[in-house]
């Protein structure tokens, strides 16, 4: 039932309710953890910012109903200011395209280093050198770091999305030697689980707010991995 339209509008359709009738602030999205702040980023937008702003998260949101989804939240928010919803996303990096070109690529430049494009090309890959390597200098970079036009990519949110980045690392390197996908999904429900419940991440939301969790029941199951 991934992605029927019957499933995906009736959650849809709960969510609007459930913020009409009362406040629940916080939409938890299974989505690779980075893709949040864009996606806050373009139901918060305005003018030629938006365009910009859904041309990152468009990989994300390209069907029909994602995309009325997607525009429903921004009209929601910009209708209600006082009852604005965040969203936030609980999966790990499921592949390392999206947060590699929209935001570690752009935080190494602003930190004058060009050559993580270059090296994963050539690589094809992110191999254990190259993940080593973007620790380093993720660790040391320094605390003021901002990507420019994009103030909520900052040092801090590169380090939270790399937990992400990391958890389908290992998930994928773990799969490869045993050739097991249920070693690869361990490390992912391991992931989810630190997603949503570290105190720096989605687990200091939700212990303020109520939230709407909507992903796949197999994913967050309590009794399992």
Partial sequence: SHWMNSVHNMAKDI??????????PVLILELPYSVAPFINAYINCQGTACDEAYK?????????EGLAFLNDLKAWNAAHPQKKITVACSDIEQGYIFSLL?????????LGIHDLKDRVNTAKDVTPQIY????????ASPA???VK?????????ALEVFDSFSAFYHAI???????????????????????LTAPGKIGGLITKHKFILWGGSAHVRIYQY
């Avoid at 609007?16 to 009362?22: L, M, Q, S, Y």
């Avoid at 929209?102 to 602003?110: E, S, T």
């Avoid at 390197?173 to 997603?195: H, L, T």
């Fill in 144 to 146: 003021t770091t901002v």
């Fill in 149 to 157: 036009d994009k103030p909520y990519l900052t040092k801090a949110k």
């Fill in 56 to 64: 990152t998260i468009k990989p994300y949101y390209s069907t029909k």
């Fill in 15 to 24: 969510v609007f309710r459930a913020n009409e009738i009362d406040y629940y």
């Fill in 173 to 195: 390197q773990a799969e490869r030697k045993s050739g097991q996908v249920d070693d690869f999904m361990k490390i992912r429900s391991q992931g989810i689980y630190d997603n």
């Fill in 102 to 110: 929209n935001l570690y690529i752009p935080y190494f430049d602003a």
């Fill in 132 to 139: 080593a390597y973007m620790d380093s200098v993720l660790k």
